[in-house]
């Protein structure tokens, strides 16, 4: 009580400072002494002691003198001072007095921390209109809903999905983005609206679904459990389209692949594009999502860690996050396909093993590029049966720096595409490609090397970069149709500059070509590396 009458001076700590002065020194030692239990003096000392304690516990100590009261202060500074709290210490102080009750009102309060905690930028004085105040969106739209904030993936079997969640004026919306058209790698994200929530009234948060051509109607959101909820559509006939199934497939597939049927021309992409669309169709919208993290950076980092698209054959382009673990790279599918699903690792570097490329001539005869990856995978097979054999003696052959170059050495541990096995005409394409000279194309950044693709390697995109800065033994994930007898095996990472790498599948004979998504991502922080780490081995799980 002592320390709700120096803070504030309210309640029975002003009644006990008029009692003490009509008592004498003994009795006011006697009472002193007795046990304090009125629930109301509590509830009055606990709303203090947080607002002491949010304000950087800058209450008098026990020795101090007394203070001015904060009930002295004029409303308007209490204000100010109220608006530098957080919002969840608001409701507490609301409960200390009548006065701070009559102050938390005040709109002006709600909408700093509107502002200051989610980015509220937008006008809120127009609320006024609908009747609606800052303190009830702050209360019944951003807290209540502050969970399904940041990155997730949406649980589609192997196709995945990647989602933000972000804060976007009165709104909370879900957009759901896309990668650009195959084989374009280098255009910027597509993306569009599942679901949002906004306050039409003064009751509590209306959530709709955004999905299909209808516009807005009525949906749910169920909060599931920590980095977990679901979306429901209560109105699914706003799916669908007048023309049916026909209508639907064709309009989905000019947004999905930028063409129509007639435009692909092989009967296994046609095959794959008409299984996607029966199987995510299916879900109406009604999808459970979990959090997913961008990776971390550290200064040591080859480049900056990630999302990219990258090309994956017959499949189209996919979204994979690349992540460094010491001296391992590992690129994780956020959106996957029938081969190799979302969350499998589709491609894994050995960052202790750099190549040395051969001169562009020799790079041209697949078979020479083949020796050299098949004898580093060699060394890393003897190198990792002398760790387990206990015969390693501290130094081990092929542990230079990264940026030294070598011929040999890698550890494997990945996950590639089967997706590419066999596509027509693609190994046509990239002979000519080979074949053609190679235009210059300076580095981005230090010393670069010329880079061609071998003759008879597969790619979707033929305008890859001229020009590498190093080169890197790793393996990537294949797999049958069901994931089935997943097999990784040896290949090539090329890193052309900060925003662009590419993979040789050497028992596919295929190049992908991974382009940096630049949108910008809100909430997507990992807490911690654990809690990243953590993060991949779940997605992972899901589909292993």
């Known amino acids: 009580m002592a320390v709700c009458a120096r803070l504030c001076g309210v309640g029975p700590s002003r009644g006990c400072r008029r009692r003490q002065q009509r008592r004498g020194p003994a009795e006011t030692a006697a009472a002193d002494s007795e046990p304090d239990t009125d629930p109301e003096e509590e509830r009055i000392e606990a709303g203090a002691a947080a607002l002491s304690g949010a304000l950087g516990g800058r209450g008098a100590g026990p020795q101090s003198p007394p203070r001015c009261s904060l009930l002295e202060l004029p409303p308007e500074l209490l204000v100010e001072i109220f608006a530098s709290l957080p919002g969840t210490d608001l409701p507490s102080l609301a409960q200390v007095c ?163 049927l007639e435009d692909i021309f092989h009967e296994h992409m046609q095959e794959l594009i008409l299984m996607k669309f029966i199987y995510t169709s299916q879900y109406d919208n009604c999808l459970t999502y979990r959090r997913i993290y961008l990776p971390p950076s550290h200064p040591d980092d080859l480049i900056r860690p990630g999302l990219f698209k990258g090309t994956y054959g017959s499949h189209g382009l996919e979204i994979v996050m690349l992540s460094f673990h010491g001296k391992r790279a590992r690129g994780t599918k956020i959106t996957g396909d029938p081969n190799i699903p979302a969350g499998q690792q589709t491609v894994e570097i050995d960052l202790m093993h750099r190549i040395q490329l051969p001169d562009v001539e020799s790079l041209r005869n697949f078979n020479e590029l083949s020796r050299i990856v098949l004898e580093v995978r060699e060394q890393v097979r003897q190198e990792q049966q002398q ?158």
């Open 98 to 260: 009548t006065k701070f009750r009559r102050i938390l009102h005040t709109d002006t309060i709600w909408r700093r921390r509107c502002r200051e905690e989610y980015g509220v930028c937008e006008n809120l004085r127009k609320l006024d209109i609908t009747g609606v105040s800052c303190r009830d969106v702050y209360a019944k739209l951003l807290h209540r809903y502050r969970h399904i904030l940041g990155l997730w993936q949406p649980d589609i079997g192997p196709y995945g999905g990647l989602l933000n969640v972000v804060v976007d004026g009165l709104f909370i919306i879900g957009w759901m983005y896309l990668p650009p058209h195959d084989p374009h790698v280098d255009d910027p994200m597509r993306f569009k609206p599942l679901f949002r929530v906004h306050l039409m009234e003064r009751k509590s948060a209306t959530v709709e679904c955004m999905y299909g051509h209808r516009g807005p109607h009525n949906g749910h959101i169920q909060i599931v459990k920590k980095d977990e909820f679901s979306t429901k559509c209560n109105q699914t006939d706003h799916h669908r389209m007048s023309g049916g199934r026909q209508e639907e497939f064709r309009t989905w597939l000019r947004e999905e692949w930028g063409r129509t």
């Open 387 to 544: 760790q387990e054999n206990g015969l390693e003696d501290g130094g081990g052959r092929g542990r230079q720096s990264p940026r030294e170059p070598q011929r040999g050495s890698a550890q494997p541990s990945v996950e590639l595409p089967a997706e590419k096995v066999g596509e027509p005409g693609d190994g046509e394409a990239a002979a000519a490609a080979a074949a053609a000279p190679a235009p210059e194309q300076p580095a981005q950044c230090g010393q670069g090397q010329p880079f061609v693709l071998p003759v008879g390697v597969s790619s979707r995109n033929e305008d890859y970069p001229r020009t590498c800065r190093m080169c890197f033994y790793g393996t990537g994930l294949i797999a049958g149709h069901g994931f089935t007898s997943p097999e990784r095996t040896p290949g090539v990472f090329i890193l052309f500059d900060e925003d662009r790498f590419g993979f040789i599948w050497l028992e596919l004979k295929s190049f992908s070509l991974y382009s940096r998504v630049q949108a910008t991502f809100r909430n997507a922080e990992a807490p911690s590396p654990q809690a990243f780490e953590e993060m991949l081995k779940n997605i992972q799980s899901l589909t292993s």
